[in-house]
């Protein structure tokens, strides 16, 4: 505020505006600028994890990431990566510098006006100073700043759902990416085995030992394998480059993943959290009641200021050679004759309304998420286990007792291969079964932290099933 400098003297109301504009002054940055509770929430959940709070890569993190990629991929090591790497994430973490600049600014009155004014008459000379400060915004600055922090807080809970969210999205890819790697690598065996008997079948037709009919069985089986071992290294090419996109790499040759998914657990994780708990716990419904609470703040603020729109109040100094110096104040006030204000109180308190039963909505949509995907859990693991200890071990048991009958002369080549392209069958569906146990262990995580990114449930990738009633017959 600049005073006349005409004027050698403090006066009472000089102070009171001086003591307004330090009130309005206060508000600073945090040190942490809420990364501290991101950071306590993502510990939590990941573990032990290092987070880009920086905006940009160190030394440190490029050399960390170096390390990592010297070894195979693990699933841990491909999301410490990401945390560390991904220009998404970084971006989404700038939603909380954004929301803390609000917070400051909320915090902060408006600047004061001045003007100063000469006029001349004659010999006469009148100046004048004129102050305006914001009032209504310093009535209203603890409910403003109130509503900023409920935004704010709302932003931490974002940007920590945001990382909690590519840590499930990563960990997808990952498991994608392994079993498909793993089912093209167990297709080009099973193309080798299925080329070796349709050209035997092949040279035995020539010879006229079997029909033309079990020859183009043979091959038929053989092409089909064929064409679902292209498809095989398709969705491996697919998911590898899914997983390296969400790392925020760029070369694929940088990238070495492991031969194969994680065993199945000898049991299923225990159930730690009730379902009250889950639903307390979600950032999904965190976030919304915190902005039901901002939204309440807002109507509270529109209520106390749908009357008096402007105002503000200003002090006045007036100043001549031929007349004593005048002093006073002047206050601006909008009156309300075209818009008394009910509309904007009408909108606030629908728009609190809207809110109430929209996080209401999300706390029963998240109850039967849970209940949900805990149940796909529980039942992908069951068929995992089902066809890790029963199928999978009759079929190979079934496979060595024909090779016991073929020994004996009592069997085929050909009804060799039949049982073993079975086997082959029921080693894929083992395979399949395993990832989708994994995925829907994924997809209860992201049910319980409130941060669902997949589907209502998981999907199962049926592969095309050659006929295997191929025989040897003539």
Same mark, same amino acid.
């Given at each position: 505020?600049v005073?006349?400098?005409?004027i050698n003297?403090?006066?009472?109301?000089y102070?009171?505006?001086?003591?307004?504009?330090?009130l309005?002054g206060?508000?600073?940055?945090s040190?942490t600028?809420?990364?501290?509770?991101?950071e306590s929430?993502s510990?939590?959940e990941?573990?032990?994890?290092?987070?880009?709070t920086?905006?940009e890569?160190?030394?440190?993190?490029?050399?960390?990431i170096?390390?990592?990629l010297?070894?195979?991929l693990?699933?841990?090591?491909?999301?410490?990566i990401?945390?560390?790497n991904?220009?998404?994430?970084q971006?989404?973490y700038?939603?909380?510098?954004?929301?803390?600049?609000?917070?400051v600014?909320?915090?902060r009155l408006?600047?004061?006006g001045?003007?100063?004014g000469?006029?001349t008459?004659?010999?006469?000379r009148?100046?004048?100073n004129?102050v305006l400060?914001?009032?209504?915004?310093l009535?209203t600055?603890?409910?403003r700043?109130?509503?900023a922090?409920?935004?704010?807080?709302?932003?931490?809970?974002a940007?920590?759902?945001d990382?909690?969210q590519?840590?499930n999205?990563v960990?997808?890819?990952?498991?994608q990416a392994?079993?498909?790697q793993a089912?093209?690598?167990?297709?080009?065996?099973? $193309?080798? &085995?299925? @080329?070796?008997?349709?050209l *035997? +079948?092949?040279? %035995?037709?020539? /010879?006229?030992n079997?029909?033309?009919l079990?020859?183009?069985r043979?091959?038929?089986l053989?092409?089909?394998?064929?064409?679902?071992?292209?498809?095989?290294?398709q969705?491996a090419t697919?998911y590898?480059?899914?997983l390296?996109r969400?790392?925020?790499l760029i070369?694929?040759?940088?990238?070495i993943l492991?031969?194969r998914l994680?065993n199945l657990?000898?049991?299923?994780?225990?159930?730690q959290?009730?379902i009250?708990?889950?639903?307390?716990?979600r950032?999904?419904l $965190?976030? &919304?009641? @915190?902005?039901?609470e901002a *939204? +309440?703040k807002s %109507?509270g603020? /529109?209520?106390?200021?749908?009357?008096?729109n402007?105002?503000?109040?200003?002090?006045?100094n007036?100043?001549?050679n031929?007349?004593?110096?005048?002093?006073?104040?002047e206050i601006?006030?909008?009156?309300?004759?075209?818009d008394w204000?009910d509309a904007?109180t009408?909108?606030?308190?629908?728009?609190?309304?809207?809110?109430?039963?929209?996080t209401?909505d999300l706390?029963?949509k998240a109850?039967?998420?849970?209940?949900?995907r805990h149940d796909?859990?529980?039942?992908?693991?069951r068929i995992?286990?089902?066809y890790?200890?029963?199928?999978v071990?009759i079929r190979?048991r079934?496979?060595?007792?024909?090779?016991?009958?073929?020994?004996?002369?009592?069997i085929?080549?050909?009804?060799?291969?039949?049982d073993?392209?079975?086997q082959?069958?029921?080693?894929d569906?083992y395979?399949?079964a395993?990832?989708?146990?994994?995925?829907?262990?994924i997809?209860?995580t992201?049910?319980?932290?409130g941060?669902?990114i997949?589907n209502?449930?998981v999907?199962?990738?049926?592969n095309?099933?050659?006929?295997?009633?191929?025989?040897?017959?003539?």
């Open positions: 505020m005073i006349n400098k005409t003297r403090t006066t009472p109301t102070l009171l505006m001086l003591g307004l504009l330090g309005g206060c508000s600073s940055f040190d600028g809420g990364f501290d509770r991101v929430i510990k939590k990941l573990g032990s994890f290092e987070l880009n920086k905006g890569l160190t030394p440190a993190m490029q050399q960390t170096q390390n990592l010297k070894s195979p693990t699933i841990d090591s491909s999301v410490q990401a945390l560390l991904s220009k998404s994430l971006s989404q700038a939603n909380l510098g954004i929301a803390e600049a609000d917070l600014q909320a915090g408006r600047n004061p001045f003007s100063i000469k006029t008459q004659g010999g006469e009148e100046y004048e004129f400060f914001d009032l209504l915004g009535l600055l603890n409910q700043t109130a509503i922090e409920h935004q704010f807080e709302r932003a931490k809970i940007a920590a759902r990382t909690l590519l840590a999205k960990r997808q890819a990952w498991i392994v079993a498909s089912s093209a690598r167990y297709y080009d065996q099973v $193309i080798s &085995a299925t @080329e070796a008997g349709a *035997l +079948a092949k040279r %035995m037709a020539e /010879t006229g079997i029909s033309t079990s020859y183009a043979q091959h038929s053989y092409a089909e394998f064929s064409a679902q071992g292209q498809r095989s290294k969705k697919y590898k480059e899914q390296i969400l790392i925020g070369d694929p040759n940088q990238v492991p031969e994680p657990p000898e049991n299923t994780r225990p159930q959290n009730s009250q708990t889950a639903i307390n716990q950032l999904d $965190i976030m &919304a009641r @915190e902005e039901t *939204l +309440a %109507m603020l /529109t209520r106390a200021t749908n009357w008096v402007v105002l503000e109040v200003g002090y006045l007036s100043t001549s031929e007349a004593p110096t005048k002093e006073g104040y601006e006030l909008r009156l309300p004759i075209f204000g904007k009408a909108k606030a308190e629908q728009l609190y309304r809207q809110a109430m039963n929209r209401a706390a029963i109850t039967s998420e849970v209940h949900e796909a859990y529980l039942n992908n693991y995992a286990r089902h890790r200890d029963e199928i071990p190979q079934i496979n060595e007792e024909n090779m016991l009958r073929y020994n004996g002369m009592l085929s080549v050909f009804e060799i291969l039949a073993a392209r079975s082959i069958i029921s080693v569906a395979l399949n395993l990832r989708d146990f994994w995925l829907s262990d997809n209860l992201a049910s319980l932290q941060t669902s997949f209502s449930s999907q199962m990738t049926t095309i099933t050659p006929d295997t009633s191929a025989d040897g017959g003539h």
